[in-house]
């Protein structure tokens, strides 16, 4: 595995089936967005961050886990509807919730440290969601399993991860000044810039399913 060949193999399944992402994941993106933007507007800029992740542990987990289901659906060659694929994410709501809230905090507080370790935190789990959802691991379990499956591939998961990130972090600069004159326009670039950053999901899990020892 390279970098190069995950990221043709994300853009190929994220392309081919993008008739299907849309409306199976973009519709919680702009819910969360709209939500968000209306949190900043009432708690100001200094106040919103809580908040604001807050929002997005609501939403996340829904469109993130429907997106989990429906990959490895076509991994195994089932078909479920939107609405099914939106269910059975709703069923794992809770265990997804607790996951994304501990990784969250874990990666913030990381963050605060000189940046680096956040960014260690994040690749090490970047695995944890797929456990938690295709093998019914609590979330510490798969926290655990995701820090041991990311040994030995940390950098590529680390470049594979920045090669998607990068483009939308300059992005969203220019978003968040376009927003600042149009609501609207913000809304809508910040949900499209939202529903391109499931690249790095589709990377992360083309990842996992190629990894010789992960059901060992």
């Not at 933007?37 to 604001?52: C, H, K, T």
């Not at 999901?201 to 992960?214: C, W």
Request: aromatic share 12%; net charge neutral.
């Amino acid at each position: 595995m390279n970098p190069l060949s995950i990221l043709r193999d994300t853009w190929y399944f994220f392309s081919r089936h993008v008739g299907t992402l849309v409306p199976l994941c973009l519709p919680w993106i702009v819910i969360e967005t709209l939500v968000q933007q209306q949190i900043n507007l009432a708690a100001g800029s200094q106040n919103f961050a809580p908040w604001g992740m807050a929002a997005g542990l609501v939403f996340y987990p829904i469109y993130t886990a429907s997106l989990i289901l429906y990959m490895i659906d076509a991994g195994e060659g089932a078909e479920r509807g939107v609405r099914e694929l939106w269910s059975a994410a709703l069923r794992l709501w809770p265990a997804f919730a607790l996951l994304s809230a501990i990784t969250s905090l874990l990666i913030v507080v990381g963050l605060s440290l000189l940046v680096l370790p956040g960014i260690f935190i994040m690749i090490k789990l970047a695995f944890s969601e797929f456990l938690l959802v295709q093998r019914g691991q609590t979330p510490i379990d798969s926290m655990r399993e995701s820090f041991r499956l990311t040994t030995g591939h940390f950098f590529l998961v680390l470049v594979t991860s920045l090669a998607i990130l990068a483009p939308v972090w300059i992005a969203e600069g220019w978003i968040n000044d376009i927003g600042k004159d149009s609501p609207v326009a913000g809304v809508a670039l910040h949900s499209l810039s939202g529903f391109f950053q499931l690249l790095l999901t589709v990377a992360a899990y083309r990842i996992f399913i190629l990894l010789p020892e992960r059901d060992s």
